[in-house]
């Protein structure tokens, strides 16, 4: 009687336990704008979307997709921004990775990592009417795709199901193409300072 009494008790703690644990295992959306600085002379927005999945109560799975306003690194953009005709490259990517951060309390830190893939598009400006049109069209057919990795931290506010983020993510992508030759032996990818506001389920 006395071992039943015992082996209904642990499994009923194991189950609160276990309800305690689904309770805290919490996903959350988010938006995001950014400015990305990889000029002395000019700032970039960013854009796009997360997902996060919490693994443990101090770790998080990440998918993120958006659009980086241009990833030429600052030298280059600097010859070009005192040239009569101007270059850049954007880049639309998707990726996933970790984040840790901090358990509880309505400010928590974090720090991320994670990789994927960057469809970069090269764009000119400067050349009016077709001689422009007639360039870009042409340019659209040199997008490549290449591996892109990034490295961030930052903070974000809690309140109830609301969520407000603020951080820093270094983007890098890892081209091979004549994309590569623009960055003058320097990388290509951006600084960026980013906002976002979401909501927890």
Known sequence: MRTTSCAAILVATLLVSAAASAQETRASVEGFGGVGVGSFTTATTNFGGAITGDLTPNIQLIGEVGRLGNILPSTTQLLF?????????????????????????????????????????????????LPGAFTN??????????????????????????????????HQVFSDSWMSALALGDNLGTNEVRFGIGVRF
């Open 81 to 129: 921004d005192v040239s009569p005709v101007g270059l850049t490259a954007s880049a639309f990517y998707a990726q996933g990775g970790i984040r840790l951060t901090s358990a509880s309390g309505a400010l928590r830190p974090y720090a991320e990592a994670s990789g994927g893939i960057a469809r970069l598009t090269p764009h000119v400006t400067g050349l009016d009417g």
């Open 137 to 170: 069209a042409g340019l659209a057919f040199l997008n490549n795709t290449a591996p892109i990795a990034t490295l961030g931290g930052g903070v974000t506010l809690h309140a109830g199901n609301f969520i407000a983020d603020a951080g820093y993510r270094y």
